[in-house]
């Protein structure tokens, strides 16, 4: 393994300086360099890898097990070595398979629940289950974290299928969040689902409480009006909320891996359960790929080799994930957690210091949006960040085509400005023709100059449907989980979130003045003595 490592690190050390560009004097590169699924094409042509480096990154991967690793996962092992439970996430959407866990074929209990889900959405949908005062208009997700971000982003991203309830999203424990959004609903036809794996979650169960006494304030039975969604279900009856409308998932199912099951119900309101159906089949046609393509024609790990390049061995710090596709605005936020939450470790599997890097910073916005904000930082800083792009051949506004011609005219130009560059002869030129000579000239070419040679991807699609968006979310899932496995992280636990929440906890008497700064650090003694005055 080391010795790949090494390989690849003397390798970027004889390419670095090489122009990106001239690799594409090899007629077929764009052919060689991209890999297809179905109609889905990624292209990662434009990176500085070649067939050494390619083939360097998938002896990593050969050596790394990730096709064992990937194996035991769909079979249901536990390889979340520091929880003691498998990660099963995949078999909410394979409704075919039987996996066994404990003995148990867990397929039959995915699809009762799933049934039930649907046949709840479908009485919210048509008007069968009411509130007090009628068919239900709005419904309230409270969760945070997994239990927020795949909804939010998946109620976006198929809002051409939005023919239900309107959604709202809540997470934020700032009581800004929940007043803006309850002030314009009516309690009385207003559905509020407690999504929460583990049900103790503060932020959520302090927004849980606070719909609760809004409802109360013109609904006899506010708890008619709640659903919840977790692993706890003593937890969610000890809450009061009726069996009927508590939709259970195991603890297999890591809460940033979870928009597929119940913590989807939100996205199922929304859009009904025929077209979630569809985004399980897309998520699970992404699954059957991944488990049976060749390593070096599949696509996450084609996509999870590109990412350990750029940020393990060409030490580029973070990635940039931008879609031209307004419908997946979200996709950036819900990889933030889904990567870095996975990812962003310091320790290897066995407990011993990772050797390498772990995960990068992800961070996005979509296009063209980013394009006004900080591509002047990825065409000009002096840093290099990886661009991961994202189109659709196709849009939905039928009458507004030019836009999107426009949109994908813009995503390719970004992709290909970063390739090319401008080079201070060009620069000069176009200066020296608004009739600019010596010294001012010089001057304000060298602003004008592009360093080109900077990598990006693009991931090409037909349009955005239920099959593709599912396939897009289990392609990420899945890049995460080899990246993972090539570094020896558990990309399946999340011990990095438990001391600022221990530490919360403590400093809530504190605030409230029940208790003194004692043993506080000068800056946050300080600081609590500043917030509490107010
Ligand atoms: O932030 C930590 C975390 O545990 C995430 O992993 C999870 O998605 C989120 O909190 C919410 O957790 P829960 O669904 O249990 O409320």
Redesign the pocket.
């Known amino acids: 393994m080391s010795r790949i490592w090494d390989q690849l690190d003397s390798h970027h050390t004889g390419v670095k300086d090489r122009s990106i560009l001239s690799l594409f004097d090899q007629p077929n590169r764009a052919a060689q360099f991209s890999a297809q699924l179905g109609e889905m094409v990624l292209d990662f042509s434009k990176t500085n890898l070649d067939d050494e480096g390619l083939a360097l990154l998938l002896q990593l991967a050969e050596a790394s097990d990730v096709a064992a690793r990937r194996d035991a996962m769909f079979a249901g092992a536990p390889i979340n070595e520091t929880e003691g439970r498998a990660v099963l996430h995949t078999a909410l959407r394979d409704l075919d398979a039987s996996v066994v866990v404990d003995g148990e074929d867990v397929i039959p209990g995915i699809k009762a629940t799933l049934d039930r889900m649907d046949a709840f959405a479908e009485d919210v949908r048509t008007g069968r289950f009411t509130g007090q005062g009628g068919a239900i208009t709005d419904v309230v997700n409270i969760?945070?974290?997994?239990?927020d971000l795949g909804p939010v982003m998946a109620t976006l991203a198929l809002s051409p299928w939005h023919d239900g309830p309107r959604v709202h999203y809540v997470s934020n424990v700032d009581g800004a969040q929940i007043a803006e959004t309850l002030k314009g609903l009516d309690p009385t036809t207003t559905l509020v689902i407690v999504?929460?794996?583990?049900f103790t979650?503060i932020e959520?169960m302090t927004n849980a409480d606070t719909a609760k006494v809004w409802m109360a304030t013109k609904v006899s039975d506010p708890s008619a009006q709640f659903a919840a969604v977790s692993t706890a279900a003593d937890k969610t009856a000890a809450y009061g909320i009726d069996p009927s409308r508590v939709f259970g998932f195991s603890d297999w199912v890591g809460?940033?891996y979870s928009v597929w099951g119940p913590i989807g119900l939100s996205l199922m309101l929304a859009v009904g359960g025929p077209v979630f159906r569809r985004f399980l089949a897309g998520g699970a046609m992404m699954d059957r790929h991944f488990q049976e393509a060749p390593l070096a024609e599949n696509l996450p790990v084609l996509l999870a080799l590109v990412g350990i390049w750029h940020h393990q061995i060409c030490g580029y710090p973070s990635r940039a994930v931008l879609p031209y596709d307004q419908r997946l605005a979200r996709l950036p936020a819900y990889l933030q957690q889904l990567e870095m939450?996975s990812n962003g470790k310091r320790v290897a599997m066995d407990g011993s210091d990772l050797p390498r890097v772990s995960g990068p910073i992800v961070w996005g916005e979509a296009g063209t949006n980013g394009q006004h904000a900080f591509y002047q930082l990825i065409h000009q800083g002096t840093g290099v960040v990886p661009c991961e792009f994202l189109v659709a051949a196709k849009g939905f506004e039928d009458d507004l085509t030019h836009h999107h011609q426009l949109l994908v005219a813009n995503c390719l130009a970004q992709s290909e400005a970063l390739l090319r560059g401008r080079s201070l002869a060009e620069a000069t030129a176009i200066m020296a023709k608004k009739g600019l000579t010596g010294a001012e000239l010089d001057r304000q070419a060298r602003h004008r100059v592009f360093p080109g040679n900077r990598p990006s991807t693009v991931l090409a699609y037909p349009q955005l449907t239920p099959e593709v968006f599912g396939a897009i979310v289990a392609l990420y899932e899945h890049r995460v989980f080899v990246e993972g496995v090539i570094l020896g992280i558990n990309s399946f636990d999340?011990w990095g979130?438990e001391l600022g929440k221990e530490l919360a906890t403590a400093l809530e008497p504190v605030m409230r003045g029940e208790a003194g700064t004692e043993g506080k650090d000068g800056s946050t003694a300080m600081l609590v003595n500043f917030l509490r005055r107010a």
């Open positions: 969760g945070i974290g997994g239990s999504a929460s794996k583990t979650t959520t809460g940033r939450e999340q979130v």
